[in-house]
């Protein structure tokens, strides 16, 4: 189960063989006309045939402007340093409709070559990338293989569908995946709003660069609440001219758009080695790694499809060492870990270096501090235990057996709850904070009377939780809709031997459920008031051990701002056209009682 060290300290004993890389320019050429910016840095003085590592991207091609026939030391590349160093071509390519690239972008547009004749798409463009570089880059191999995090995460995963013949292996890494049940723009229903916002505004404004929306103020938790109903979006700012946004409003359920949009309609398999990479705390793409890897799983008879999970946010692993995050520390270089994990992947299938043997996953373990590998995953050797919510604030593994047994409180959107301390910087502007905010110790809420928290007794020794991790919540309400905010989180001890962490309550797994989404995300219904009702909610996989000494809390709210919009708690058919006057108080009840357990699954390894 255990990882030995040796994968780092073979990448770094190489011999250095590329010590610089220079640049150039190219106007690719696509099936339909357009012709696509691309930015290629080849190795100086090559001493053989190299392959291709190719990366696309919404994001800009040209890395901070470095002029043609610059000449670049390998130090430059950050983390692909270690694999730049023996040899390969880097590609960054600007995708369609952005910088430098002719045409028109559309934000993560479905494949659609396969149904519709002369079609063009993001895997079209990459087969025709491809093929125009191993026919043109002089002293390449014939290979090519395909990378990125985030966006160009997604690139890398719809790249490999129906891949060049050259195209041998791909790396999605923090990948979106369903964007309604998921990821960037929802979860489970319940819209992203700061988030949504600001980056369809970055992303769509000018094609010709990324733009900062305009805020007047630092702090926006107060410019967000003030901006009252989602109407007022296109009312006072975007004008109708952000066509993702305007997507959002046209669409807010999860209807045949979004539906056709989601890489689980079309991306079936991994036709070629697949290597998905996500974060336990990725503030933008959490679920995109894991949904994708499992749904690509069920077809994969080549076992092609292999997942690495790591503790890290969104594209940690990329640039730095990895050695921790916020507060909490991790006992080694993670990031430099997987780096080399990175490169033993392409040098196999791209340069037939190293015996080809990849494990099924490998999972950092957090609270242990350890890597593990996994035949499966997850793992089909742990045993569920459900951890419920009791009488007191307290949570054990007993299920309640008094008939009786709730606790409630007062939800109001004017005042809803952060979802990190303030000041709420804009995601991307100066000063912000966004990265680590997963795991931001949770006292500035626990004593808020609007969040509920359950805790159990101190561990008498480790508890090793390794896989899903699923809420059953049994709640009701006194107004016709509600958003559900469940956390599980592990307390350290009042004294921790580190003076600092002493009390932290970390959030181990977070997400939100839109109430109205609780019999079909296609056709939303309002909630009984007074009705209890089950809520289940998937927190996704986490591999965390509870140490000894440490106490589980189960942690309920109802706002989540500015990171998840207000529920106007009043059913409305589109929340995105709400009035003022729709957004009202109601007392949210979580029942836990021998006929409305609330529980949280928990895969404990044996």
Not at 47 to 57: I, M, S
Not at 450 to 464: C, H, K, N, P, Q
Request: charged content about 20%.
């Amino acid at each position: 189960m255990f990882i030995a060290a040796f994968l780092v300290s073979t990448a770094f004993a190489q011999t250095d063989s590329i010590a610089f890389y220079k640049k150039s320019e190219a106007m690719i050429p696509m099936r339909d006309g357009i012709k696509l910016h691309t930015v290629i840095f080849s190795p100086v003085n090559a001493k053989e045939a190299y392959p291709v590592l190719l990366q696309r991207t919404p994001y800009g091609a040209n890395p901070r402007g470095i002029p043609n026939d610059s000449s670049l030391s390998i130090s430059f590349f950050g983390g692909f340093g270690i694999m730049l160093k023996e040899g390969y071509f880097l590609v960054i390519q600007d995708i369609r409709g952005k910088y430098k690239s002719e045409g028109t972008m559309q934000i993560h547009q479905p494949l659609i070559h396969a149904t519709q004749k002369n079609a063009v798409d993001e895997s079209t463009d990459t087969w025709d990338t491809v093929d125009w570089l191993v026919k043109n880059l002089p002293n390449n191999n014939g290979k090519a293989g395909i990378v990125g995090v985030s966006y160009p995460g997604w690139l890398a995963l719809v790249g490999a569908v129906d891949p060049h013949p050259a195209l041998k292996a791909s790396s999605e890494q923090a990948c979106m995946s369903d964007l309604f049940l998921g990821d960037d723009f929802h979860h489970n229903g319940a819209f992203r709003l700061s988030y949504g916002m600001e980056y369809t505004y970055e992303v769509e404004y000018d094609k010709t660069t990324d733009s900062d929306f305009p805020f007047p103020q630092f702090d926006l938790y107060d410019w967000y609440l003030k901006l009252g109903s989602l109407k007022n979006v296109n009312e006072k700012y975007f004008h109708n001219k952000i066509p993702t946004w305007n997507n959002f409003v046209q669409h807010p359920n999860y209807d045949s758009f979004w539906q056709k949009n989601s890489p689980l309609n079309y991306v079936e398999y991994a036709q070629i080695p697949q290597l998905h990479v996500g974060g336990y705390y990725d503030q933008e793409d959490l679920n995109g790694p894991q949904l994708m890897y499992q749904h690509m799983e069920k077809k994969d008879k080549a076992n092609n499809n292999h997942i690495v999970l790591g503790p890290w946010n969104h594209g940690q692993w990329s640039r730095d060492r990895g050695e921790g995050l916020g507060r909490i520390t991790f006992q080694s270089a993670t990031g430099t870990w997987f780096q080399a994990l990175q490169k033993k992947w392409f040098d196999y299938w791209l340069k037939g270096k190293g015996d080809g043997k990849f494990e099924e996953a490998y999972c950092f373990q957090t609270g242990s501090n350890q890597w593990k590998t996994y035949s499966t995953w997850p793992p089909k050797d742990a045993e569920i235990k459900k951890l419920y919510a009791g009488p007191g604030n307290t949570c054990s593994f007993n299920k309640p057996t008094s008939a009786t047994g709730e606790i409630s409180y007062m939800s109001d959107p004017m005042k809803p709850v952060p979802y990190r301390i303030q000041p709420i910087e804009a995601t991307y502007g100066p000063g912000s904070r966004w990265r680590p905010w997963q795991v931001e110790d949770q006292r500035f809420v626990y004593s808020r009377p609007d969040v509920i928290s359950f805790v159990m007794d101190s561990l008498t020794e480790d508890l090793a939780v390794t896989g899903k991790i699923l809420a059953h919540l049994f709640a009701g309400t006194t107004g016709t809709d509600a958003d559900w905010v469940v956390k599980l989180i592990d307390v350290y001890p009042a004294f921790d031997k580190s003076l600092g962490m002493s009390g932290y309550q970390l959030p181990v797994a977070m997400e939100v459920f839109r109430g109205r989404f609780r019999k079909s995300f296609s056709n939303p219904s309002p909630l009984i008031p007074g009705k209890p009702e089950e809520f289940v909610i998937d927190l996704h996989d986490i591999n965390h051990v509870f140490r000894k000494g440490h106490r589980i809390m189960i942690q309920v709210q109802s706002t989540w701002f500015p990171v998840i919009d207000r529920n106007p708690q009043k059913y409305v058919p589109n929340i995105f056209e709400a009035k003022e006057s729709d957004f009202i108080k109601a007392t949210q009840t979580i029942y836990y009682n021998s006929k409305y357990a609330t529980y949280i699954e928990l895969p404990v390894m044996k």
